[in-house]
């Protein structure tokens, strides 16, 4: 196990008194701080809010473009296990101040209007110039400016010819199919690379990146390359289809002025027969399951890959299938794929089904508004405004609370979209934060990014949301939005069905960082090709079998050593002190500053009167308390999975857990003489029912499952978490009162 990179906040610990570093403060202080002393009486659609200091208006777009050259490109680095940013320690007002978009005052920072603008904008009425996929050539004749004047647009400018020189001198993506997806990973490599080469074809005009992308996409259609000869891209797997579609619509589009007539011709010819013919046997033969009340990744992708193909060849060819195919997909992904995120904006599948769906789903209304005008309703009125928020709570310091199956490799999939939403629906923090992410240097960056964005996403951002979808309630609570060291909590409940059975039998299941670690992790995927793996969410379907999937393998209760009931429909209820950062990247955590998620979950079991799980914040969100109380006529196990070295003492109630050089104890607080504290392997237990013949479930290397076992009966098991935090001494430790969980308040354990 290796040890997590030290971060920055060796410093940044509770209660511990911190001498506060103005870095950029050191830099900008002086110039910001005069102009906007003598700026700040206008009002403006600068939302600069809770900052007297902070300038707004012509002001503050004017100063601007200084203020990102000074800052740059913020994080420090990206955390080595988790690749998430790593911020340096600042309280400079003046640059971290509220999310907003600037005024376009500042031309050097803002794109031009788009001059096409159709009154009645009609699927097939394709604006006049190439591209017309995301990217018109307004935008690439802004673009040279904008980048001189960004430094994130710089950054990523430089990443993405670096990434196309590297791709450059590999051969062609090899043929390869993989059982569980496909050849879904060659048609995202190959989408990549060819975005990497058509945007530096656009920028250099260098020929040999036409040339490069050639034998791409020759290779991409050659004999030996496919399952099938006739069929090429796997329309049985019709994910890996609509991927090539679109990466062959792009190479088409962006490189159009480039390539002779007879490439042109290939080109479109090949879209058709492996792509565009393809899509329109799945909508009419019926074997299309992905066109029918599918509300998740599926939908988002066949159908954008599929309108980034029609899109690309509409008026070059007179066949009437590009028209045919738009009559489609438009209409059936407004009304499936645009429903994929529900009310509070959750996807319904998991947080890294999210990556797929949501780049799908952007693609598509992306290229509509581009090449015709208008997203159809794909992006209006949608639960999509809130999915970056989603996105946001979901991302812990020890990664996603990565609950459910985590997907494939993503290749061309990342958290862009989250560019493109934040500037639609103007949420300026989700640009913001999206920005700092590792995976934001790739050619979609370039121009879903509004580059008048301004401020910190951390600024005035609650550390704590609730999401109450029934689908699926759950809770983030955390100490921090910019120490990568800071506590972090996910636990869900919600139901166990309607999740395009990516889901696991998990009400209940909970992650915690802190310290710069997971410590109470998810297993993630099974394997996709196990047999009846995606058979159906009904309670006696094989997927539950699988240990990953079974309620046995998260962090929740067991009753009777059983699995959930799939009927399961839990209530929640939370609170919050409200604390939010400010715009300083250093929080001192108030010590009344807490919030608690409680559920009662009893419909998720079958031999309990009451099954109630809660979870708070105490001592200033210094210490964690997982308190169960329940009533059950059958023996109750309370399970977690760590990547710790898990050390019981001897009396059984308390254990040291250790990651690296970290170490957080467990203690059961008020234990009655049947709770005992034991360790064992992640695996299925013996007298779990049998697995179809000839399968396994996957190894959990170096997982440990803490247990405690309990008797039958009415029981509160009351688990405090104390993460040693550097500075803290025993005595700074809280010991709660026992509170039952129906009598929780924001004040019931100080
Ligand atoms: C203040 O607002 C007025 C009226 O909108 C405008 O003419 C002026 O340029 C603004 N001044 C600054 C410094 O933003
Ligand atoms: C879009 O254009 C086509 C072809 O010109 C036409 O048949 C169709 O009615 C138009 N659709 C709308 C919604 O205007
Ligand atoms: C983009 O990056 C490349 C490689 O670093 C550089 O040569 C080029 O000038 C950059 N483009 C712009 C417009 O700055
Ligand atoms: C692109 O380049 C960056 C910077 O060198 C590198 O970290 C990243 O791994 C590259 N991405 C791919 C997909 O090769
Ligand atoms: C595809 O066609 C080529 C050329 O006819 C042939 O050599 C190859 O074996 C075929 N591959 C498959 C999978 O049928
Ligand atoms: C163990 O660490 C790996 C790698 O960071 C992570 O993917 C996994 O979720 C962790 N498992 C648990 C149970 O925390």
């Not at 002001?59 to 913020?74: L, P």
């Not at 062959?248 to 792509?275: P, S």
């Not at 009559?327 to 499936?336: H, I, R, S, W």
């Amino acid at each position: 196990m290796t040890a997590p990179k030290k971060g920055i906040s060796n410093w940044i610990k509770f209660g511990v008194p911190v001498a506060v570093v103005v870095i950029v403060g050191a830099v900008l202080g002086g110039v910001l701080g005069s102009r906007a002393a003598n700026n700040n009486k206008n009002s403006s659609s600068s939302s600069s809010s809770n900052s007297n200091s902070s300038p707004s208006g012509e002001a503050a777009a004017s100063s601007a473009a200084s203020v990102k050259n000074a800052v740059g490109v913020y994080p420090t680095g990206t955390d080595s296990q988790y690749l998430l940013p790593l911020y340096p320690s600042t309280t400079n007002a003046a640059a971290f101040t509220s999310p907003t978009f600037h005024p376009s005052a500042n031309a050097a920072l803002a794109w031009p209007q788009d001059t096409f603008q159709p009154s009645n904008p009609n699927t097939t009425a394709v604006r006049p110039d190439r591209p017309r996929l995301i990217a018109p050539a307004y935008k690439w004749q802004a673009l040279p400016e904008l980048i001189a004047n960004d430094p994130y647009l710089k950054e990523w400018n430089n990443t993405i010819f670096g990434n196309a020189t590297a791709y450059y001198s590999l051969p062609p993506v090899a043929y390869y199919l993989d059982g569980a997806s496909g050849i879904l990973d060659n048609a995202r490599e190959i989408k990549q690379r060819i975005k990497a080469f058509s945007y530096v074809y656009r920028l250099t005009k260098d020929k040999k990146w036409i040339d490069r992308t050639w034998s791409e996409l020759q290779n991409a259609v050659s004999d030996n390359f496919g399952p099938n000869n006739d069929t090429k891209w796997n329309p049985g797997h019709f994910l890996d289809t609509a991927e090539f579609t679109a990466a062959f619509a792009i190479a088409y589009d962006w490189m159009n002025d480039a390539w002779t007539d007879d490439q042109k011709g290939q080109i479109r010819a090949n879209m058709i027969t492996y792509g565009l013919n393809q899509g329109l046997n799945q909508y009419n033969s019926g074997s299309g399951w992905w066109t029918k009340d599918v509300q998740g990744n599926w939908n988002c992708v066949c159908n954008g890959g599929l309108t980034l193909g029609a899109l690309a060849i509409l008026g070059d060819d007179n066949s009437g299938i590009a028209p045919q195919i738009l009559g489609l997909t438009v209409p059936n992904a407004v009304q499936n794929c645009a429903a994929a995120a529900t009310s509070d904006g959750t996807w319904t599948e998991t947080p890294n089904y999210w990556y797929f769906g949501t780049t799908g789903h952007a693609e598509m209304a992306s290229a509509l508004m581009t090449a015709t005008g208008s997203d159809y309703g794909l992006l209006k009125g949608k639960n999509f405004d809130k999915t970056g928020l989603y996105h946001m709570y979901v991302t812990g310091f020890g990664s996603l609370f990565a609950y459910g199956d985590h997907g494939p490799n993503k290749f061309s999939t990342t958290a862009n979209a989250m560019f493109l939403y934040g500037d639609y629906y103007n949420h300026p923090e989700y640009v913001l934060f999206q920005r700092d992410q590792h995976d934001a240097q790739e050619p979609w960056s370039m121009f879903w990014y509004n580059p008048t964005v301004a401020g910190a996403f951390w600024d005035n951002m609650p550390l704590d949301h609730y999401f109450d979808d029934p689908t699926d309630q759950w809770a983030a609570m955390r100490s921090s939005w910019t120490d990568a060291d800071a506590a972090y909590i996910g636990i869900k409940a919600g139901k166990l069905t309607g999740h395009q059975t990516h889901n696991d039998l998990d009400c209940g299941d909970f992650v915690i960082d802190a310290l710069g670690t997971r410590w109470a992790g998810e297993l993630g995927s099974g394997d996709y090709l196990s047999t009846g793996y995606f058979s159906s969410d009904a309670q006696d379907s094989v997927r539950w079998l699988y240990y990953r999937k079974r309620t046995e393998g998260q962090n929740t209760l067991l009753v009777n050593k059983a699995n959930q009931l799939v009927t399961a429909a839990p209530s929640v209820k939370h609170d919050t002190s409200g604390t939010a950062q400010g715009s300083s990247t250093v929080l001192d955590v108030p010590g009344d500053s807490t919030a608690f998620w409680t559920t009662d979950m009893t419909s998720a079991y079958g031999d309990a009167t009451s099954v109630k799980r809660g979870i708070r914040f105490i001592n200033g969100r210094k210490q964690i308390l997982l308190q169960d109380d329940i009533t059950a006529s059958q023996p109750i196990m309370w399970r977690m999975h760590t990547n710790a070295t898990v050390a019981v003492d001897q009396s059984g109630t308390s254990a040291t857990l250790k990651i690296g050089d970290q170490t957080l104890t467990m203690q059961i607080l008020n234990p009655t003489s049947d709770m005992q504290i034991s360790t064992g392997p992640a695996q299925r237990f013996a007298d779990d029912p049998a697995l179809p013949t000839g399968q396994s479930d996957q190894p959990n290397p170096g997982v440990t499952v803490v247990m405690i076992n309990m008797q039958a009966g009415t029981k509160s098991l009351q688990v405090l978490f104390n993460p040693q935090w550097s500075g803290m001494s025993s005595s700074d430790y809280k010991t709660p009162a026992a509170v039952a969980i129906d009598s929780w308040s924001l004040q019931s354990h100080n």
